[in-house]
C-alpha cells in the first residue's frame, strides 16, 4: 500500500491524539473513583477499533449522560480512523461497573503475586438473600485481593436477566476470569460463549454450569455425598437398618433450577426409598406421595430455596395431613429450608421434646441455633472458606499457565462436556459437635448462635 502524503499523516496524527486526549479526560470526569485508565497506545488498528466500540457501548453512570455524549462523538471519530488503519495509535478506555446496588465497586488488592498486574477476575454470585451467598463472595474477593487482583464481586437478586447482564459488564470491562454461582446452570450458555471470545476462563463455582463447552472448571463440594449424609443420618437415628418403624416421613427437595439440587436429593433418596418401599418410612402428604422415583424429586422442590415457602409448605401439610398424627422425621436439603420448616412445626405446637428429626445444610446461624435449641436435628457443613480457597489456587494456576488441580473428571457432564472438577468432602455437624468444629474453627462466632 502506498504510504501517505507527509503532511496528511502529520494531520491524521494530531487528530487522533485530540481525539484520545479527549476520551481520555471523558474518562476522568466520568469515572474518577473507577481506578486506571488501560493503556493501549500499542493496540493494532483493529484492536483499537473494537475496544472503542466496546466503550462506546458500556453502561452509563446516571447523571453524566451530557458529558458521555460529547467525549462519544470523538470517539466515534477515533473509530472511524482507526477503521482506515492509517496508523496504531490508542486510547484511554474506562473500567466500570455494574451500577447495581448489589455490586461491589471493582479494586485492586495490595498484596503482590506473580502475574498479579494480569489478575482481573469477576465473580457473579446469585443473591444477598442467603447468609451463605454473602459469606462466600466476600470471601473469595478478600482472598483474591490480597494476591493483588482486581476484583468485581456482583450479586443477582436470584434474577437470571440480571446475572447475564452482570457478566456482560464483566466481559466489558476486562475481566480475565470469572467466576460464577449460576442462578439457571442452563441459560449462561451465551453470555460464556461472549467470555470465550473475550479469551476468559470460566470457573463454575458450586453450582453447575450446564449446556456450554465454555466452562473450563467446576469447584464444589461432593453434592451427592451432602444428601447420603443427610440420609445416613436419618437411618441412623431411626433405626431403620435394624428393621424399626414405622415413622411418619415428609420429603422436601431444592429449587428446580439449581443443578445441585438433584445431587442432594439422589444422595438422600438413595438412602431412604427401600424404607419408603418397605413401609418403614411412610408419606402421608400427597405431594411427597408423588415422588416415585428420582425423577420426580422436582415436584416438592422449593424455587429459590425461600424459607417462607417451605414454612408455608409444611404448614399445608400439617393441616392437611396430621390433624390426628405426628410427624417422625423431615428430610430438608438445606438450612434456609429447615428454618422454616422448623418454624411450621413450632407453629403447630411441637416442642424439643418431640421434635421430628429435621436435616439441613451449609451451617447458617440461624440454623445452628435451632439446632443447640434442639429444633434442628443436624447440618452438613460446608466450610465455604475452602472452597474459595481452592477457587483461589485454581486462579494461580491459570494466571501461572498451569492447569489447576482436579479430582473427578467424570461425574459432572453438563450435556456438553465432563467438566473437569475439584470436590470438597463435606461433614456432618450436631449440636454436641458445634462448638468444637465451627465456632473453634471460626467459621461461626459464638455470639451468633447464643453460646
Not at 503532511?7 to 479527549?22: K, L, S
Not at 470526569?29 to 473494537?50: H, K, N, Y
Not at 498486574?117 to 444477598?128: H, K, L
Not at 483474591?144 to 470491562?173: F, P, R, W
Amino acid at each position: 500500500m502506498q504510504e501517505p502524503d507527509e503532511g496528511v499523516r502529520q494531520g491524521v496524527e494530531r487528530e487522533f491524539h485530540a481525539v484520545a486526549t479527549a476520551a481520555g479526560t471523558a474518562c476522568a470526569l466520568l469515572r474518577p473513583q473507577a481506578g486506571e485508565c488501560i493503556d493501549i497506545l500499542d493496540a493494532s488498528p483493529a484492536t483499537s477499533l473494537d475496544l472503542v466500540r466496546r466503550q462506546r457501548n458500556r453502561r452509563v453512570p446516571h447523571g453524566t449522560q451530557g458529558r458521555e455524549n460529547c467525549a462519544m462523538k470523538k470517539m466515534n471519530k477515533l473509530a472511524l480512523i482507526a477503521g482506515v488503519g492509517v496508523m496504531a495509535l490508542g486510547l484511554a478506555a474506562c473500567s466500570s461497573d455494574s451500577g447495581s446496588d448489589n455490586s461491589t465497586k471493582p479494586t485492586t488488592g495490595g498484596g503482590s503475586t506473580e502475574n498479579a498486574a494480569d489478575c482481573s477476575v469477576g465473580i457473579a454470585m446469585p443473591t444477598r438473600s442467603l447468609e451463605r451467598w454473602i459469606n462466600d463472595g466476600e470471601g473469595l474477593k478478600s482472598l483474591l485481593e490480597a494476591d493483588g487482583c482486581t476484583v468485581d464481586l456482583q450479586y443477582a437478586d436470584n434474577k437470571t436477566d440480571q446475572q447475564i447482564s452482570q457478566i456482560q459488564n464483566m466481559i466489558a470491562n476486562g475481566a480475565n476470569i470469572l467466576v460464577v454461582a449460576s442462578i439457571d446452570g442452563t441459560t449462561l450458555g451465551p453470555v460464556l460463549e461472549e467470555a470465550s471470545n473475550a479469551n476468559a476462563k470460566v470457573i463454575a463455582y458450586d453450582r453447575l454450569i450446564n449446556g456450554t463447552e465454555n466452562v473450563d472448571y467446576y469447584a464444589t463440594f461432593d453434592n451427592e455425598s451432602v444428601g447420603t449424609l443427610q440420609g445416613k443420618f436419618i437411618e441412623e437415628k431411626l433405626g431403620l437398618a435394624d428393621g424399626a418403624g414405622p415413622f411418619n416421613f415428609e420429603p422436601f427437595a431444592g429449587s428446580p433450577d439449581d443443578n445441585n439440587a438433584k445431587f442432594f436429593f439422589k444422595g438422600a433418596w438413595d438412602v431412604l426409598s427401600p424404607y419408603v418401599e418397605s413401609g418403614q418410612l411412610v408419606v402421608q402428604s400427597s405431594l411427597g406421595q408423588s415422588v416415585k422415583s428420582l425423577d420426580d424429586w422436582q415436584a416438592i422442590g422449593i424455587l429459590g430455596w425461600g424459607s417462607d415457602d417451605a414454612q408455608a409448605e409444611m404448614e399445608n401439610r400439617l393441616s392437611s395431613f396430621y390433624t390426628d398424627k405426628k410427624v417422625d422425621v423431615v428430610l430438608s436439603p438445606n438450612d434456609s429450608l429447615a428454618v422454616g420448616i422448623a418454624q411450621a412445626l413450632e407453629n403447630a405446637g411441637y416442642t424439643a421434646d418431640d421434635f421430628p428429626i429435621l436435616t439441613g445444610q451449609d451451617g447458617d446461624k440461624a440454623a445452628v441455633t435451632n439446632i443447640l435449641k434442639g429444633t434442628q436435628s443436624m447440618t452438613v457443613w460446608k466450610d465455604t472458606r475452602l472452597l474459595g480457597e481452592r477457587v483461589e489456587q485454581m486462579i494461580k494456576s491459570i494466571l501461572a499457565g498451569e492447569e489447576p488441580e482436579v479430582n473427578d473428571t467424570t461425574t459432572y457432564d453438563n450435556g456438553v462436556k465432563v467438566v473437569p472438577s475439584y470436590l470438597i468432602t463435606p461433614e456432618v455437624v450436631t449440636a454436641d459437635l458445634v462448638q468444637s468444629k465451627l465456632i473453634d474453627s471460626g467459621f461461626l462466632k459464638a455470639g451468633d448462635v447464643g453460646l
